[in-house]
T-cell receptor
Framework: KQEVTQIPAALSVPEGENLVLNCSFT??????LQWFRQDPGKGLTSLLL???SQREQTSGRLNASLDKSSGRSTLYIAASQPGDSATYLC???????????WGAGTKLIIKP | DARVTQTPRHKVTEMGQEVTMRCQPI?????VFWYRQTMMQGLELLAY????????DSGMPKDRFSAEMPDATLATLKIQPSEPRDSAVYFC???????????FGPGTRLTVT
């Protein structure tokens, strides 16, 4: 059974720092992996989706990497800003089906 | 600006009462998902519809939960009778055929006392 883990559960860093959020999964035979952002009281917004054949995806200051063999993905945020404060969740799909298997999320706080 | 809408945004009700949550998917999307989020369990998939037909509702307690799509612009999730353990945020998400992206609504925060 696939399990997705995100450590740490919470992270607080000063504004301007580069940071890395971690996501690990137990079964490396994934179809794709997706990073989401959740703001308090709001729904989830998709940030990046990495197909199993890809190593990384970039969007602005965000870069997500995928290492299937080690069962890990990282979300790199460059030059963090207070507006980046949110909970970041990763989720994996095992096949082209819709089912997402979710991590518990990392709550990120960027201090001005 | 196309987005998924959910009503109500907040609901407080007493144990035993019926609760109905509504979702309007993005126009043209033919897949709809219902999720429940709690601190203890995180995000759980409750039900999945494609072209208004339920394809998977295995995550949903059948004795008290029901999900329907009366038409392509409305999805409903009903709890009857509600229990305190149903307190959670319920999210609806929609997607387009052949695409894996899911677009989430803002959620309904349900509190059952």
């Amino acid at each position: 059974k696939q399990e997705v883990t995100q450590i740490p559960a919470a992270l607080s860093v000063p504004e301007g720092e580069n940071l890395v959020l971690n996501c690990s999964f137990t079964d490396s035979a994934i179809y794709n992996l997706q990073w989401f952002r959740q703001d308090p009281g709001k729904g989830l917004t998709s940030l990046l989706l990495i197909q199993s054949s890809q190593r990384e995806q970039t969007s602005g200051r965000l870069n997500a990497s995928l290492d299937k063999s080690s069962g890990r993905s990282t979300l790199y945020i460059a030059a963090s800003q207070p507006g980046d404060s949110a909970t970041y969740l990763c989720a994996v799909r095992m096949d082209s089906n819709y089912q997402l298997i979710w991590g518990a999320g990392t709550k990120l706080i960027i201090k001005p | 600006d196309a987005r998924v809408t959910q009503t109500p945004r907040h609901k407080v009700t007493e144990m035993g009462q019926e609760v109905t949550m509504r979702c309007q998917p993005i126009l043209g999307h033919n897949t709809v998902f219902w999720y429940r989020q709690t601190m203890m369990q995180g995000l759980e998939l409750l039900a999945y519809f494609r072209n208004r037909a339920p394809l998977d509702d295995s995550g949903m307690p059948k004795d008290r939960f029901s999900a329907e799509m009366p038409d392509a612009t409305l999805a409903t999730l009903k709890i009857q009778p509600s229990e305190p353990r149903d307190s959670a945020v319920y999210f609806c998400a929609s997607g387009a055929s052949g695409r894996v992206e899911q677009y989430f609504g803002p959620g309904t925060r349900l509190t059952v006392t």
